[in-house]
């Protein structure tokens, strides 16, 4: 698959088979994928917080509960701290564009192995600081289920985008 490929078979994905477990070689990649994003000023604020043991798994889909989201045998969540990320002298400060762009790298390796992924960010969000036990200066702007597509679920045929012409200025 080329790149524009892996982006264009990516969607979110809301049915998950919990017997089919992420195989760690497979599980690393990904997490590989992360670690290599680029960050404003390279700080790299970011942890990938990789969710398997049945007692957390449990205390996070509470924090979002739909019946597809706890199908998915782990979840990938992506915290930082605001204090480890670059601030620009008029107080910009660049936690949120280095999570973002640390999620999409994970979200699209996930989708280069064959899995999964749906981007989050309705969740309960003092609830899940609190399950991370998230220090003041840590914050989370999206987490995703990570596992294989339940067997014959079928992916939409085309993406639903605004035309080129809409979104794309020459000037
Ligand atoms: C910042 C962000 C937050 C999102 N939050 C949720 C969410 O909480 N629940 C959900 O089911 N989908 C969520 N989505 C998925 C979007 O609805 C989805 O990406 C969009 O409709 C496009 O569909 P596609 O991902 O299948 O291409 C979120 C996506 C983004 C980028």
Redesign the pocket.
């Known amino acids: 698959m080329n790149f524009l490929e892996i982006i264009n078979r990516?969607?979110?994905i809301?049915s998950y088979d919990p017997t089919k477990q992420i195989p760690e070689d497979v599980l690393l990649y990904i997490l590989e994928a992360g670690r290599l994003a680029p960050s404003a000023a390279n700080f790299q604020p970011w942890q990938f917080v990789v969710v398997s043991s049945p007692e957390k798994l449990a205390a996070v889909r509470s924090t979002?509960p739909?019946a597809w989201f706890a199908e998915a045998p782990q979840v990938l969540i992506v915290t930082g701290n605001k204090e480890k990320a670059w601030k620009r002298a008029d107080g910009y400060n660049s936690i949120e564009t280095d999570l973002t762009i640390a999620m999409d790298h994970l979200i699209l390796a996930a989708e280069s192995q064959g899995l999964g992924t749906?981007?989050?960010?309705?969740?309960d969000y003092p609830a899940l600081r609190s399950v991370l036990q998230l220090t003041e200066n840590e914050v989370i702007?999206?987490m995703t289920p990570l596992g294989y597509p339940k067997t014959g679920f079928v992916k939409?045929s085309h993406?639903?985008r605004k035309p080129i012409d809409d979104v794309v200025k020459f000037i």
């Open positions: 990516r969607e979110s809301r979002y739909r749906c981007w989050i960010a309705n969740f702007f999206a939409k993406k639903l």
